[in-house]
């Protein structure tokens, strides 16, 4: 089973602006999450469009891979907090206010979903059968009518 991944360091934005762009594709099928992040309406997922295809990329590099990129899925993706840029802005009354500026890294792991011999592709679903609500069980001995 191949496992690879891909990095970007520094990316002008918070950690956990991020995250919310990443929880999404988690889990997700390599083209499906590269639809989902060209939709988004967050800035940063095109920033975690990019690691995403150099972690593909780097998967269809390695030793043993069977050239179906169909096979990865984001097995992991996660972003950790870069260094903060520390910037001053300008009070009234000679004060100062600290703006601080985050960033981020971003990491996505791509992995190679394991495959039955003899497998040709992915069944088809079925629904699941319906099953009638159960009756409740009648009661052991009728009550006594009331004289």
Do not use: W
């Amino acid at each position: 089973m191949i496992e690879a991944q891909a990095t970007a360091k520094y990316i002008r934005t918070s950690a956990q602006k991020a995250g919310l762009v990443l929880d999404l594709i988690r889990g997700c099928d390599v083209n499906k999450a590269i639809a989902l992040l060209q939709f988004s309406r967050k800035h940063v997922a095109r920033d975690v469009s990019k690691v995403l295809r150099s972690a593909i990329a780097n998967a269809q590099q390695k030793d043993g891979f069977g050239g179906d990129v169909e096979r990865l899925f984001v097995s992991a993706c996660y972003a950790d907090q870069g260094p903060s840029m520390k910037r001053i802005r300008p009070a009234p009354m000679g004060r100062a206010f600290r703006v601080v500026k985050r960033t981020a890294h971003l990491t996505v792991c791509v992995a190679e979903r394991a495959q039955a011999i003899g497998d040709s592709g992915p069944k088809p679903r079925r629904r699941a059968a319906v099953k009638p609500a159960a009756k409740p069980a009648a009661k052991a001995a009728p009550k006594a009518a009331k004289k």
